[in-house]
């Protein structure tokens, strides 16, 4: 089946340490997008990236790194310089071109800091 | 500023009823795109309609329909005789031509569908 896998679904950290949330397509989409939401509110866009090897910041990137060396891949690293990581965290994928390319979701990861 | 804007509290809908969740948003861009997304409980975001910004007809599909009033710029998703799966947050979302792919999301509305 095509679609989008994120590992784990939860995850919980101590403050002061990195962790990586793994997103993994099967739907051999260009574009990848990392998103954070926080209860009671709408997402907010972390990076994404178009293309194999290049990303942007989106919104909110201070305290997270990508990186996108494969295609179906594009690991997230929240590192201990977020303050808040404490949220329910998505990644999608969509072809780039057309407006109308809708953005595919994977489960989302739930990271509890401690 | 805001691009997307979802004001209304949570929505309580009879099933069988019809409910409208309004969005309006705002964009210098003349070519744009708008979608609805469903996110129930359990956190996964569902595609549900799209509407181009020089798309003539109103978008539809199955049970979704999109009023789409351009000179308002509203986006108002219209779910007709709704359903207990129905409950659910709903999003609105808007992609700009010159947006690089980028989606912005409004707050979303709640939405409980009882029986």
């Known amino acids: 089946d095509g679609g989008i896998t994120q590992s784990p679904k939860y995850l919980f950290r101590k403050e002061g340490q990195n962790v990586t949330l793994s997103c993994e397509q099967n739907?051999?989409?260009?574009?990848m997008y990392w998103y954070r939401q926080d209860p009671g509110q709408g997402l907010r866009l972390i990076y994404y990236?178009?293309?194999?090897?290049?990303?942007q910041k989106g919104d909110i990137a201070e305290g997270y790194s990508v990186s996108r060396e494969k295609k179906e891949s594009f690991p997230l690293t929240v590192t201990s310089a977020q303050k808040n990581p404490t949220a329910f965290y998505l990644c999608?994928?969509?072809?780039?071109?057309?407006?109308?390319?809708?953005?595919?979701f994977g489960p989302g990861t739930r990271l509890t800091v401690l | 500023a805001q691009k997307i804007t979802q004001t209304q509290p949570g929505m309580f809908v009879q099933e069988k009823e019809a409910v409208t969740l309004d969005c309006t948003y705002d964009?210098?861009?003349?070519?744009?795109?708008l979608f609805w997304y469903k996110q129930p409980s359990s956190g996964e975001m569902i595609f549900l309609i799209y509407?181009?910004?020089?798309?003539?007809q109103n978008a539809t599909e199955g049970r979704y329909s999109l009023n789409f009033q351009k000179a308002r710029k509203s986006a108002n998703l219209v779910i007709s005789a709704s359903q207990l799966g129905d409950s659910a947050m709903y999003f609105c979302?808007?992609?700009?031509?010159?947006?690089?792919?980028?989606?912005?999301f409004g707050k979303g509305n709640q939405v409980v569908v009882i029986p």
């Open positions: 999608a994928s969509s072809l780039t071109g057309p407006l109308y390319n809708e953005q595919f």
């Open positions: 739907l051999n989409h260009d574009a």
């Open positions: 990236s178009q293309i194999v090897n290049d990303f």
């Open positions: 964009t210098s861009d003349p070519s744009y795109g």
């Open positions: 509407q181009g910004s020089y798309d003539q």
């Open positions: 979302a808007m992609r700009e031509d010159y947006g690089n792919n980028r989606l912005a």
